[in-house]
């Protein structure tokens, strides 16, 4: 893929092509028929349904557009949810659970590079170590 391509801010259907672009996915559709993205049984990245958790700071009404993405560690979670400029959040309702937030509606403050990245780790974190082992060495 070209630079330009690779720099473009992300969509939402990158999420998706992403996704199942990585080996061993399936897509099981939860509540809503919202998709989520599983490797060897274990989610990885899935859309959620609005919940009462997340919701808009001005009107209190639930976000609609919730993707919940697997991280490694807490580490991770509180690199990218700590960092002002990133699109990524939390709620109590996540704490000790190692998942991400992100609006849809603010995906493309990513780029697709950023996000081809983060689908990445959300599916090796969740990946067996003979499956992470084997997609790293091709990719590394």
Do not use: C
């Amino acid at each position: 893929m070209s630079g330009k391509g690779r720099s473009r801010p992300a969509r939402v259907e990158d999420v998706h092509d992403l996704a199942v672009a990585m080996p061993h996915v399936s897509v099981t559709y939860g509540s809503g028929d919202n998709p989520i993205y599983q490797v060897g049984g274990k989610s990885f990245i899935f859309f959620r349904t609005p919940r009462p958790d997340a919701v808009d700071p001005e009107t209190g009404e639930r976000y609609q557009d919730v993707i919940v993405f697997w991280v490694a560690s807490e580490a991770e979670k509180q690199a990218l949810v700590q960092d002002q400029g990133s699109p990524f959040f939390t709620t109590p309702h996540f704490d000790g659970h190692l998942s991400v937030l992100v609006r849809g509606s603010r995906i493309n403050e990513l780029t697709r590079q950023e996000l081809a990245e983060q689908v990445q780790d959300a599916w090796l974190s969740r990946a067996s170590a003979r499956r992470a082992k084997a997609w790293l060495s091709e990719h590394l």
